[in-house]
């Protein structure tokens, strides 16, 4: 197998993820500032949108973690 160039990133840790913090920040400010409407409810589910995406990226990761270490122990 081919080294891999880039530096190995912990199963914890998030790709992107100052990027979707960021995003979120600026969508709940938006919910904040458009108070009870349909649109911040759009921006609301985005948010949830956004918090499962991460959730489920985190577990993946993990996920593949195990699958890797196993594949290593044959």
């Known amino acids: 197998m081919r ?3 880039r530096p190995h ?3 914890d840790a998030r790709p992107g993820s100052r990027f ?3 995003g979120e920040a600026d969508l709940r400010e938006g919910i904040a500032i458009l108070g009870d ?3 911040a409810d759009r921006l609301n589910e985005t948010v949830e949108l956004i918090q499962f995406l991460r ?3 985190r577990a993946m990761m ?3 973690q195990e699958r890797k270490a196993a594949l290593r122990t044959r």
């Open 3 to 5: 080294a891999s160039r």
């Open 9 to 11: 990133r912990p199963a």
């Open 20 to 22: 979707l913090e960021r």
């Open 37 to 39: 409407s349909p649109t």
């Open 55 to 57: 959730d489920e990226t």
């Open 62 to 64: 993990r996920r593949w």
